[in-house]
């Protein structure tokens, strides 16, 4: 079986002040964060989120080159929409006009703090969730976070990716790579080939918000994923490295995802 990594959330820094961008990457690194790529230009930002894209771009708005921070961020959005937080010392009701435009996540007047990075951040991903239904990302409004997630965890998703919060930041792991999900008391456990994530959330709330994934109540203490299930019987499932109950109540259910030939 191939094991996809679990990988932070990813970064683009537009900045032209290499001072500036410098003390960025290192804010943003020592806060766990991954640097996809710094960018002096609106045309080298796009070409490097051409070549990897990123989760997150912080752009200053006054850049150096044919393309402002704002064209910027309409080129990106046009390449693969991606939450902004904008960099900028001007305050002025002109740019901010012209910045809202482009939607951003966020705005930030310079100098930064490590905080409010951190917290524009968060708001950005939480804010900003898209699914591939058709090959092409449909875009949601910003969503307010339902009363389950305020009293317990937050989980963001991004495509295909789903972001779970470890250790005060946003830890980003492939939807393909949960094999299951254990409940104990108010807690679950989401389980992958190399890690696993305790968040304080019950089974049924976690399930709700992980709507859109084939994971199947089996028991009421476990889930599984479908697509890992290697193998099952009338009382229990194999998935791998590990064999989870098949409860009565829940078998029917979860034969009704097989296709009878």
Not at 129 to 139: E, K, R, W
Not at 215 to 231: C, D
Request: some cysteine; proline content about 5%; aromatic content about 8%.
């Amino acid at each position: 079986m191939t094991t996809i990594p679990v990988k932070p959330v990813s970064i683009l820094i537009v900045e032209d002040e290499a001072i500036l961008a410098l003390e960025l990457c290192v804010k943003l690194e020592a806060e766990g964060y991954n640097i996809a790529g710094t960018a002096t230009t609106g045309r080298q930002a796009l070409a490097l989120h051409k070549e990897q894209s990123a989760d997150i771009v912080i752009c200053d708005i006054n850049l150096r080159g044919d393309w402002s921070g704002i064209e910027t961020a309409r080129q990106l959005s046009a390449l693969n929409p991606i939450p902004i937080i904008y960099l900028s010392a001007l305050t002025d009701r002109a740019t901010l006009e012209q910045a809202k435009l482009t939607k951003p996540a966020a705005y930030l007047t310079k100098p930064v703090t490590t905080d409010s990075l951190r917290i524009a951040i968060e708001i950005a991903l939480s804010n900003f969730a898209y699914v591939t239904a058709s090959n092409a990302p449909v875009i949601h409004e910003p969503m307010s976070m339902p009363m389950a997630a305020r009293e317990g965890e937050t989980i963001l998703q991004v495509g295909d990716y789903i972001f779970i919060k470890q250790n005060y930041q946003f830890v980003r792991l492939h939807k393909g790579e949960v094999l299951y999900i254990e409940a104990e008391d108010k807690y679950t456990t989401v389980v992958t080939p190399t890690r696993k994530f305790v968040l304080r959330l019950s089974l049924a709330v976690l399930l709700q918000r992980l709507a859109d994934m084939t994971l199947i109540r089996v028991h009421r203490s476990f889930a599984v994923n479908l697509s890992h299930v290697e193998s099952f019987s009338d009382y229990e499932v194999q998935v791998p490295g590990q064999t989870v109950p098949l409860g009565r109540v829940y078998k029917e259910e979860f034969l009704h995802h097989f296709r009878f030939r």
